[in-house]
């Protein structure tokens, strides 16, 4: 394994923070936050003043998430171990310390403070808003540190993409919602349910141009484990299931502007195709990245629209 720096180049701090704060893999969790606003907002007013709290802690975990697992990638081979060919701006880690920005020791400091912050104004909506947000709050800090860390390292054993679907579908949204509502019901987690299925599909695609490096390091994803092949063929029935979830929600109730969500189904498409087409190429993979992050975005923007137009229909 190449050795980390002790110290990083004057300047770097900065840039290093910035890549681990990434505003592009931002995007997921805004779009989770969307949903839960806007069913909030369907079911009253909304608390303006809690959901900026809502959003600058949820912010802080991210990237908490980004910095602690770099670290638990670098110290497994996991980032070291991704060729110059593989890399692409979504995948491949935040390579802070590969490509010396940060020490080892800085990323460490930047996943406590990170961490710390999201913890206090957690602990902040708990006592002053809503109690119960401990709970949803500890969950969603479990799935981000544990996604990379030992013992459990879900990541490294195939369960990644769980994490990743229940954290920035049901967690992230059912948060939101419950420091606004004081409760958590069908309101926002039907239409969490395709949102985790969309946003644990933009993994899926992101672990294609890693696969090599994740093998050699022991990184046992779902794309590892079934084989490049195999897995952009299961990618087309995970997009499918999230768009059908979509339908199925006025059937559950919910109102049938929440078809809104469908607006993102012709860029799942495409990457559903460019993937089965180019499942071995790396760098032909970046655009159904693209595109599946933008149907992530899409149908998150289509069900937070259709439920606030439900209020006027």
């Known amino acids: ?94 390579r802070v310390i590969v490509d010396g920005l940060l020490t080892r020791r800085q990323t460490a400091w930047v996943a406590l403070v990170a961490y710390a912050i999201g913890a206090a104004i957690g602990l902040a909506i708990a006592i002053e808003r809503e109690p119960a947000v401990v709970w949803l709050g500890l969950l969603g800090v479990a799935l981000a ?13 195939g369960l990644g993409e769980l994490a990743v679907a229940l954290a920035y579908g049901p967690v992230i949204a059912a948060g939101t919602y419950l420091v606004q509502r004081h409760t958590v019901d069908r309101l926002v987690l039907a239409p969490a349910v395709p949102l985790g299925l969309a946003i644990g599909a933009f993994l899926w695609v992101n672990e294609f141009p890693d696969a090599r490096a994740d093998a050699a390091a022991g ?61 071995e190429t790396p760098a032909e993979q970046i655009p159904a990245q693209a595109a599946t992050l933008g149907s992530f975005v899409a149908m998150a923007l289509g069900l937070g629209v259709g439920l606030l137009a439900a209020r006027w229909l």
């Open 219 to 279: 990184k046992r994803t779902l794309v590892v484990r079934l084989g490049r092949r195999r897995a952009a063929r299961a990618f087309s029935w995970l997009v499918a299931a999230a768009y059908a979830a979509v339908v199925a929600l006025p059937l559950l109730g919910l109102p049938w502007s929440t078809l809104g969500g469908l607006v993102g189904l012709p860029l799942a498409i495409r990457a559903a195709a460019r993937l089965r087409r180019f499942p």
């Open 1 to 94: 394994m190449i050795s980390a720096r002790t110290s990083a180049p004057h300047g770097a701090l900065a840039a290093g923070i910035w890549r681990i704060a990434d505003p592009k893999i931002t995007l997921a969790s805004v779009a989770s936050m969307i949903v839960g606003a806007a069913a909030a907002a369907l079911a009253g007013p909304i608390a303006w003043r809690w959901l900026a709290a809502t959003v600058l802690g949820i912010f802080a975990i991210e990237a908490a998430k980004n910095a602690s697992g770099e670290i638990f990638d670098w110290d497994s081979g996991a980032d070291t171990g991704v060729a110059e060919d593989e890399r692409s701006p979504f995948s491949g880690g935040k």
């Open 145 to 157: 540190y544990f996604y990379h860390a030992p013992p459990l390292a879900l990541a490294y054993r």
